[in-house]
Nanobody, 127 residues
Framework: QVHLVESGGGEVQAGDSLRLSCTVS????????MGWFRQAPGPEREFVAA????????YYTDSVKGRFTIPRDNARSTAYLQMTMLRPEDTAMYYC????????????????????WGQGTQVTVST
């Protein structure tokens, strides 16, 4: 069974930076895309960023472009979400997930394209 463990969340002020980490206990990490999603209070889980298996392609939702990056370290089976210029509207529980595409691509940003979710890490940004 695949386990994903997120860390790095916390309470910060607007304009600060945080780096979230997602360590995956699976040898398939190097074969799969990775994604980050977030969920504020409510039913919807919002796509934030994704990266294909070799790191050559990255994708971001419009609201985080230019502020967030999603590097990965295949040697450490870890994906990151580097967040800068944080805003109060970034406040949410952040989840990482491993893609299901067998070629390690990111065919869509739907949560259904990702599996093996972590438990989440809370990010709170105050004014």
């Amino acid at each position: 069974q695949v386990h994903l463990v997120e860390s790095g969340g916390g309470e910060v002020q607007a304009g600060d930076s945080l780096r979230l980490s997602c360590t995956v206990s699976s040898p398939y990490f190097i074969l799969r895309a990775m994604g980050w999603f977030r969920q504020a209070p409510g039913p919807e889980r919002e796509f934030v960023a994704a990266i294909n298996r070799n790191g050559g392609d990255t994708y971001y939702t419009d609201s985080v472009k230019g502020r967030f990056t999603i590097p990965r370290d295949n040697a450490r089976s870890t994906a990151y979400l580097q967040m800068t210029m944080l805003r109060p509207e970034d406040t949410a529980m952040y989840y990482c997930a491993m893609g299901t595409d067998p070629y390690g691509a990111v065919p869509s940003f739907s949560p259904q394209e990702f599996s093996s979710w972590g438990q989440g890490t809370q990010v709170t940004v105050s004014t």
